[in-house]
C-alpha cells in the first residue's frame, strides 16, 4: 500500500513537471536570427540594410552581437549564432582610416568595432588591377569612425583614401577569406 501510494504521488509529479515544463516551453520565444533582427529593431529589412544599419549603431545591446564575413552575417546572441548568407555577388568591408591610433582587425564587428576619427569627410577610391576606377566618391566616416562599403565580390585592386592633406593606399580584395574589417593598414599619412 505504501508503494503504491508512493507511484501515485511519483506520477501525479512527474505529470505536474511535464505541464510546467510545456508551458514553460510555449511561453519562451526561441531565439533566432529573425528574433535578434527584432529585438535591434531590424526585422522586415534587406541584408543590404541590415548590414549598414547595424555598422552605424553606437550602442552595444547586451549580449547580442553581429560581425560580418565574406560570406555570412553572423548574428549571435549568448552563446547561441545564426548564419544569414551574404547574396552572391556581394562583398562588405568596413574601413577605419586613422591618424593616430586604431585596433587591429580582420573580421568586422558590426557594433562594438570603433575607430579613430568621426564625421570626417575622406575621399575613397578603389581602382581594379586593370587599372579601372571601381569607386570614387567623398564619404563621410560614421560616428563609430568607420565607412562601410557594398562591393562587387571577387575583385583585386587598390583602396585609396585622401583627407586634406594626408593619403593612404592599400591592397584590397573581395573574395570569400578576404578581410571585412581595415583599420591598422589606413594611417592617414601627409602628402609628399
Not at 569627410?121 to 569607386?135: E, R
Request: aromatic residues 6%; contains cysteine; hydrophobic residues 40%.
Amino acid at each position: 500500500m505504501k508503494i503504491n501510494r508512493m507511484l501515485k504521488i511519483g506520477g501525479a509529479l512527474l505529470i505536474a513537471i511535464t505541464i510546467g515544463v510545456s508551458a514553460l516551453l510555449l511561453n519562451t520565444k526561441r531565439v533566432n536570427a529573425e528574433s535578434i533582427l527584432e529585438r535591434l529593431g531590424l526585422q522586415n529589412q534587406d541584408l543590404s540594410s541590415v548590414v549598414l544599419a547595424l555598422d552605424e549603431r553606437l550602442d552595444e545591446p547586451q549580449d547580442i552581437g553581429a560581425r560580418i564575413t565574406g560570406e555570412d552575417l553572423l548574428l549571435y546572441q549568448g552563446e547561441e549564432e545564426f548564419k544569414v548568407a551574404i547574396p552572391d555577388g556581394l562583398f562588405f568591408v568596413s574601413i577605419a582610416p586613422y591618424i593616430n591610433d586604431v585596433h587591429p582587425c580582420q573580421i568586422h564587428n558590426l557594433i562594438s568595432c570603433r575607430g579613430e576619427l568621426y564625421g570626417e569627410t575622406m575621399l575613397i577610391t578603389i581602382t581594379l588591377n586593370d587599372g579601372t576606377v571601381l569607386f570614387s566618391e567623398e564619404r563621410t566616416t560614421q560616428a563609430n569612425g568607420f565607412i562601410g562599403l557594398w562591393l562587387p565580390s571577387g575583385i583585386e585592386g587598390t583602396l585609396s583614401v585622401e583627407m586634406s592633406n594626408r593619403i593612404v593606399t592599400h591592397p584590397i580584395s573581395t573574395y570569400a577569406n578576404s578581410d571585412t574589417c581595415i583599420t591598422t593598414p589606413l594611417k592617414l599619412l601627409p602628402k609628399a
